[in-house]
């Protein structure tokens, strides 16, 4: 008796030291169902499977490699999808990857859910070692609204419906905003052919050729809006076309092609020659670059609903980008706009440098190359 | 969601994103990989051909999965779950343990032994007053019952209710021993505001009757005697006890935190470091490797920041607030929001009474300019007739600056 007395008074205060075993389940809205990715720590799945084969309690690749079927098998069993009366049998889909977690390694299962019917409403049960440890929790997120928080699930709250009516136009509409911006400050190719037409803007062309600094802000401002604007409005109208498979181009051709549009306007800046507007050629380049936004789109998976909220909410999120991009650029290029060093440096060398990078994309794209670092 | 940065993007968008002021999307603090080789070792795990214990555990999990009603094998089982639970400070353990007794779990009237691993498993969780009703229904089955007995002291302690804590250590005399007894006191009163009567009588008491029986309990006694000193101000002997302790049981994580919290308050951080150091799986002893490294400025500081404070958020996620105390000091010491460190110790201050629990709710309102915040705390200390000086000095502090 007395040897396990100190045993149990000291437990209370470290057993708060360290995190329960959680799992994170995301699902997302496929067209004929849900595609997930479910991270589960290997310390739970070595304690259900025993995948320490060698026992010497280094869990090494090799060891879960070559469980990989059991892995997959036994965590896909432990959870049910489905819709209101039907099943979506899932299906695991390409290899078991790693990712490393705050408290962890933990092993990556993607997946598929397969619905023989659109869903409207989506039905959990989540069983996933209840069994062997009744204080795990599957932290679960179903994507597709931003609105929609996360469901945490416990072994005597295990099953939960959750309404995908809920996913409101509005929250939906707000998600591929916030895509639509995600993607335009990611997208580098976009944002420097959108600097390359906008490091001009607080100039204007002297009668010798060259560059002079314009003399007040509002034309400035209203040059760039065109330009910008021109841009949305023909990528939006080339997105529309692809997203509705109206028109369909290979990737890669368009992928040159952005980078040649990036060559293009950069070297206009630095030999200037296209005279006149240069919203008109935000315009035309835009249609080439609204077929590029297609891919990302497609990438996030179209719901076969509200196409049209989708492609307006990532429109209106491409706009809000740039512009955010504009309310920096533009205060300070147009302070800068009568040193030397904006005209030689900024104009001259920063477009020199955009054409550089537009030239290696070219090359990479179109002979299918990787130079830069990536 | 993921595929939509195509890699080309990475490096050069970084650049760019931050020459347009802009930001970038979503974290990948998560993303997935496939290692490069099968060598590359991904995580540590019991080991079931090198450690006897871990053996142990594995083999009496599978008898119990053969005759999961089999009750002997699963107190064996549940016990040594959290032995191996306090050793590692992995909460998995409590949860392996609750798993072996879950036939048992959920019913009204367990079997004795269930019951008073049930109530351990529930303090550990925070659920005071569950783990209270099994210790009382234990003692009402088995008044001998040392262990039940020394429990309950222990969570009534916590709670702030010490005149029942102190009753609670009363039998133990009898049935464990005086000794037991006295350790059982010494907490009580030290928790309670009076450490120096805590020592006093402790450590009267084991030069009297000598040590202990197992290492585990040598480590309790001079952990608890330890924990007296540095309360009470004498943090030299404090260091020293909780040596002794940590080389009696060089796995009591208890100690081992609360020894790096003297070095702290003594401004060493650079040995708190280095004694955490080989202990990061476990929240609370990376809480003080970061409190150390942010002191000294370092460089791994802000790693080991984010790291931490992404376990806090993972947490959070999953409903669990165990950590007020530990996130208060994360808040008040390295992210310096007092605002946010004084809701966070307000919280706690709902659910625990220890001294560190006083302790970080004053230095929070004092922190935030708010000295009134802390008037739960001062009326508290009133009421224990607190003698603790450093508790004294922050409440003296905290009087002063209130208008």
């Not at chain 2, 009496?60 to 053969?66: K, T």
């Not at chain 2, 009703?133 to 009402?140: E, F, G, Q, V, W």
């Not at chain 2, 102190?166 to 133990?172: R, V």
């Not at chain 2, 040598?218 to 909780?242: F, K, P």
Request: proline residues 5%; charged residues 20%.
């Amino acid at each position: 008796m007395n040897r396990f007395l100190a045993l149990l008074v000291l437990l209370p205060c470290v057993a708060l030291a360290h995190k329960p075993s959680d799992s994170y389940l995301r699902l997302e809205r496929a067209p004929h169902g849900f595609t997930g990715r479910w991270d589960v720590a290997l310390r739970d799945l070595d304690a259900v499977l025993g995948l320490d084969s060698n026992g010497d309690g280094a869990l090494a690749w090799g060891e879960v490699r070559d469980r990989q079927q059991d892995i997959t098998r036994h965590v896909l069993s432990r959870l049910s999808v489905g819709t209101a009366g039907a099943p979506c049998p899932t299906t695991p889909e390409g290899a078991l990857r790693v990712a490393r977690h705050s408290d962890g390694a933990y092993a990556v299962l993607d997946f598929q859910a397969a619905c023989p019917t659109w869903p409207s409403a989506l039905t959990l049960d989540y069983t996933l070692l209840f069994d062997r440890d009744p204080q795990h929790r599957g932290i679960i997120q179903v994507a597709g609204g931003q609105g929609q928080g996360t469901l945490v699930l416990s072994a005597s709250h295990h099953t939960v419906d959750v309404p995908l009516a809920n996913l409101s136009a509005w929250s939906h509409f707000g998600g591929m905003v916030l895509s639509g911006i995600e993607h335009i400050w990611a997208g580098l190719d976009h944002l420097l052919f959108l600097l390359a037409l906008l490091l001009p803007s607080v100039l204007k062309r002297s009668p010798e050729g060259g560059w002079e600094p314009v003399d007040r802000f509002g034309p400035a401002l209203r040059d760039v809006v065109k330009i910008v604007s021109a841009f949305t409005v023909a990528h939006s109208l080339t997105l529309s076309l692809a997203a509705l498979g109206l028109v369909a181009l290979p990737s890669r051709l368009v992928e040159s092609a952005i980078a040649v549009s990036v060559i293009l306007a950069a070297a206009n800046n630095v030999f200037p020659s296209i005279r006149g507007t240069r919203w008109a050629v935000a315009f035309a380049l835009g249609l080439l670059h609204g077929f590029g936004f297609a891919s990302v789109l497609a990438d996030l998976g179209l719901p076969a609903e509200g196409l049209a909220t989708t492609l307006l909410g990532f429109n209106v999120g491409v706009e809000l980008g740039q512009l955010a991009c504009v309310a920096v650029f533009l205060p300070v290029a147009f302070m800068l706009r009568g040193a030397t060093v904006y005209r030689r440096a900024i104009l001259v060398g920063g477009s020199a440098a955009i054409g550089l990078i537009a030239c290696v994309w070219l090359a990479e794209r179109a002979l299918d190359v990787s130079v830069l670092p990536l | 969601m993921r595929s939509v940065m195509r890699p080309r993007h990475s490096v050069l968008g970084v650049v760019l994103a931050l020459a347009c002021g802009c930001s970038r999307g979503p974290d990948t603090a998560s993303a997935p990989f496939t290692p490069q080789s099968d060598t590359e070792v991904l995580e540590q795990v019991p080991a079931r051909a090198t450690d006897a214990r871990a053996r142990e555990r594995a083999a009496l999990r599978q008898e119990l999965d053969a005759q999961p009603r089999q009750l002997e094998l699963a107190v064996r089982l549940a016990r040594l779950e959290l032995k191996e639970g306090r050793a590692r400070g992995d909460p998995r353990h409590l949860g392996w343990a609750q798993a072996a007794l879950s036939p048992w779990w959920d019913e009204p009237q367990p079997p004795h032994e269930v019951l008073l691993l049930r109530a351990t498993l529930r303090q550990s969780r925070h659920e005071f007053d569950a783990a209270l009703a099994d210790l009382d229904a234990a003692l009402r089955e088995d008044p001998r019952d040392a262990q039940a007995w020394l429990t309950r002291a222990v969570v009534l302690g916590v709670r702030g209710r010490h005149a029942e804590a102190e009753k609670s250590c009363a039998p133990l005399d009898t049935l464990a021993g005086a000794l037991t007894a006295t350790v059982c006191r010494a907490q009580v009163d030290s928790v309670a505001g009076h450490s120096g009567r805590a020592y006093a009588r402790l450590s009267e008491a084991m030069s009297r009757r000598g040590a202990l029986g197992s290492p585990e309990e040598q480590a309790w006694a001079l952990s608890t005697l330890g924990e007296a000193a540095a309360r009470s101000g004498d943090t030299r002997r404090a260091e020293l006890l909780y040596a002794q302790a940590l080389a009696a049981d060089p796995d009591d994580a208890y100690t081992r935190a609360a020894l790096a919290d003297l070095l702290l308050d003594l401004n060493r951080p650079a040995e708190a470091s280095r004694l955490m150091k080989d202990h990061a799986t476990d929240d609370g002893h990376l809480l003080r490797r970061v409190l150390a490294e942010t002191a000294l400025g370092s460089a791994e500081a802000a790693t080991l920041t984010t790291e931490l404070a992404s376990r806090y958020a993972a947490s959070r996620l999953r409903g669990d607030t165990l950590h007020g105390r530990e996130e208060a000091r994360f808040a008040l010491h390295v992210e310096k929001d007092a605002n946010k460190a004084l809701t966070l110790a307000q919280a706690n201050w709902e659910v625990q009474r220890e001294p560190w629990d006083v302790r970080i709710l004053m230095e929070s309102a004092l922190a935030a300019g708010t000295p009134d915040a802390a008037k739960p705390a001062l009326t508290y200390l009133e009421a224990i007739a607190c003698e603790d000086p450093g508790l004294l000095a922050l409440a003296t502090r905290l009087k002063k600056a209130a208008p």
